[in-house]
């Protein structure tokens, strides 16, 4: 549409890189569970019914002893506006545990994308 700016290409270095960071072989493909002490980079693999059960349990006790505040969650931008998102928020928001504002990241995605899907919903109406 005239008058919009245009999207392409649109993001950083580290979006553009993210394709190939999908198919390393390093990429951490299930959870792992600290078996030394912090910075000795030693790990084992655990189950993911494990990972949530110790999640769970560390979640449970610090809001039963800190509340809300003993938590806080990192979004980062990585949202995608619908359902999971704002299942996610809720849920978060509801135990008390703040949630950031993933629209202050770093990048043009966010802000970017909404700002002028808002424009051009605002220039088709009027």
Do not use: H
């Not at 979640?59 to 505040?69: I, P, Q, Y």
């Not at 995608?80 to 770093?106: C, H, K």
């Amino acid at each position: 549409m005239p008058g919009l700016p245009d999207f392409n290409p649109r993001g950083c270095q580290k979006g553009a890189s993210a394709s190939a960071l999908y198919r390393s072989p390093a990429r951490i493909r299930y959870p792992l569970k600290r078996v030394g002490a912090r910075g000795e980079n030693r790990w084992k693999r655990i189950s993911w019914d494990e990972a949530l059960d110790e999640i769970a349990t560390q979640l449970v006790d610090t809001l039963s002893t800190r509340g809300g505040a003993g938590a806080y969650v990192e979004n980062g931008n990585n949202s995608d506006f619908g359902p999971s998102w704002v299942a996610m928020v809720r849920f978060f928001r509801q135990l008390g545990i703040p949630v950031t504002e993933n629209f202050a990241s770093t990048g043009d995605l966010m802000t970017g994308s909404t700002t002028c899907s808002s424009r051009a919903s605002r220039m088709r109406t009027s």
